[in-house]
């Protein structure tokens, strides 16, 4: 019988998410601060911070720079296609009932439409075959239709960490930079409109041709190099993505 008790960060992370759950800071009731929270129960700021955090990566709660933490309303909790992002570790957070199947799909030269995007002094890179993984995204919670149908490009020298990774699961990124022990320097992005290849419609299960939204992301290490190359496709009317732009002070 395993008798370890959870950190106490993941302690207060329950507690807090049964009160959310529980709808006691729906309405007007305001979200306590970090201060008062670490008065309440006892605890550090680091462990308020953790808890926090925990429970941002599942969608209950939203931090925002001089608005304090806000509780998300239950259409944002719930729903598989919206994301918004202002953070690096939020770039691949989805709602806790969506569902990632990826599998390993061999190796092969990163597609020209890719490729584009590695910068011509990695030349090695664009003669490299890459590690491919293939799969879907779910709506989860007992529906299965597709949300997402995602490529991801792994660098050669970093293929056999695949075998530590967890694939259900989004933050590929962040698994590699764990097991290769290497930073995650910056991640560029594009959004487009386009119409839905034949691989891609057959796997969202849309006609062909069908209005999509693709995004492509870029990760690269602290030395500028390209780790990871995702590539996905959202059926049109069924992706809301929404940012949040802070000021710079004056």
């Known amino acids: 019988m395993n008798s370890r008790q959870a950190p106490r960060y993941e302690q207060l992370a329950d507690e807090l998410r049964q009160a959310i759950l529980a709808g006691r800071f729906d309405g007007n009731t305001a979200f306590p601060t970090e201060s008062a929270l670490c008065e309440h129960y006892g605890v550090s700021r680091f462990t308020v911070r953790e808890a926090l955090r925990c429970l941002q990566g599942e969608r209950l709660i939203s931090r925002r720079r001089g608005s304090g933490t806000l509780v998300e309303p239950p259409a944002v909790r719930s729903s598989a296609r919206f994301q918004a992002f202002t953070s690096l570790d939020e770039t691949r957070q989805y709602a806790r009932d969506a569902r990632t199947a990826l599998a390993p799909d061999g190796f092969c030269l990163l597609p020209r439409s890719l490729a584009a995007f590695v910068d011509p002094r990695h030349e090695a890179l664009h003669k490299s075959r890459w590690a491919r993984l293939r799969g879907l995204r779910t709506q989860g919670g007992g529906d299965d239709s597709p949300v997402a149908a995602i490529e ?54 849309i006609p062909r041709r069908t209005p999509c939204l693709r995004i492509v992301r870029i990760y690269h290490d602290s030395e500028g190099v390209p780790f990871e190359i995702t590539n996905s496709y959202h059926p049109g009317e069924a992706f809301t993505y929404s940012m949040v732009i802070e000021p710079d002070p004056a």
């Open 152 to 205: 991801a490009y792994v660098r050669p020298d970093l293929a056999p960490l695949l075998d530590k990774v967890d694939l259900t699961t989004l933050a590929l990124f962040r698994q590699l930079e764990r097991h290769g022990q290497f930073t995650v320097g910056r991640v560029m992005q594009e959004i487009a409109a386009v119409p839905a290849s034949t691989p891609m419609a057959k796997a969202l299960q």
